[in-house]
T-cell receptor
Framework: RKEVEQDPGPFNVPEGATVAFNCTYS??????FFWYRQDCRKEPKLLMSVYSSGNEDGRFTAQLNRASQYISLLIRDSKLSDSATYLC??????????FGSGTRLLVRP | DTEVTQTPKHLVMGMTNKKSLKCEQHMGHRAMYWYKQKAKKPPELMFV???????INESVPSRFSPECPNSSLLNLHLHALQPEDSALYLCASSKEGTNYEQYFGPGTRLTVT
């Protein structure tokens, strides 16, 4: 089983839509989780850290479900500029980042 | 300011060349990382420096040699690379050790001919 599993997509949604991505992880000891976005041929950019209680930043909401070992990212009111690959990431006990393979989002006009 | 800079942006080198990639951050971060990313794949960790000491080497071939001259700089020395080493090389940093969010530089796109 992969350490981090993500639906590769692509998710093709109209502007203004709400879209949600899930990601499952295999190591229950993991403490830290993150969502990064990556545009084509660019570096990953930290979108948000995911805390036990979940957190919200504008149109973006991240949730952590430790019992089921998944994290989610909800994007409300999608913009064209949200088109990117979203990487689910967790940190293992040696502080190494474990990346999912990414979920591609396409927001159409 | 969460800026990590990398030079050069692009590099083409032959298999007998020696070249170096450079990374710099002025955020006071004490952990720095090298990653390799192939097309349509997630980044793969290569090396971690924590407080200027090499703390993780992910079994990277010796043709890649990292160096951390000071807390702001990270180099990756390249020698006798293979065409399959062509990839985007990303540098990242995090504050006060390795259990914090990592911020990535724009990367060096390397082509080995």
């Amino acid at each position: 089983r992969k350490e981090v599993e993500q639906d590769p997509g692509p998710f093709n949604v109209p502007e203004g839509a709400t879209v949600a991505f899930n990601c499952t992880y295999s190591n229950s000891a993991s403490q830290s989780f993150f969502w990064y976005r990556q545009d084509c041929r660019k570096e990953p950019k930290l979108l948000m850290s995911v805390y036990s209680s979940g957190n919200e930043d504008g149109r973006f909401t991240a949730q952590l479900n430790r019992a089921s070992q998944y994290i989610s990212l909800l994007i409300r009111d999608s913009k064209l500029s949200d088109s990117a690959t979203y990487l689910c990431v967790w940190m293992d006990s040696s502080y190494k980042l474990i990346f999912g393979s990414g979920t591609r989002l396409l927001v159409r006009p | 300011d969460t800026e990590v800079t990398q030079t050069p942006k692009h590099l083409v080198m032959g298999m007998t060349n020696k070249k170096s990639l450079k990374c710099e951050q002025h955020m006071g971060h004490r952990a720095m990382y090298w990653y390799k990313q192939k097309a349509k794949k997630p980044p793969e960790l290569m090396f971690v420096y924590s407080y200027e000491k090499l703390s993780i080497n992910e079994s990277v071939p010796s043709r890649f040699s990292p160096e951390c001259p000071n807390s702001s700089l990270l180099n990756l020395h390249l020698h006798a690379l293979q065409p399959e080493d062509s990839a985007l090389y990303l540098c990242a940093s995090s504050k006060e050790g390795t259990n914090y969010e990592q911020y990535f530089g724009p990367g060096t796109r390397l082509t080995v001919t």
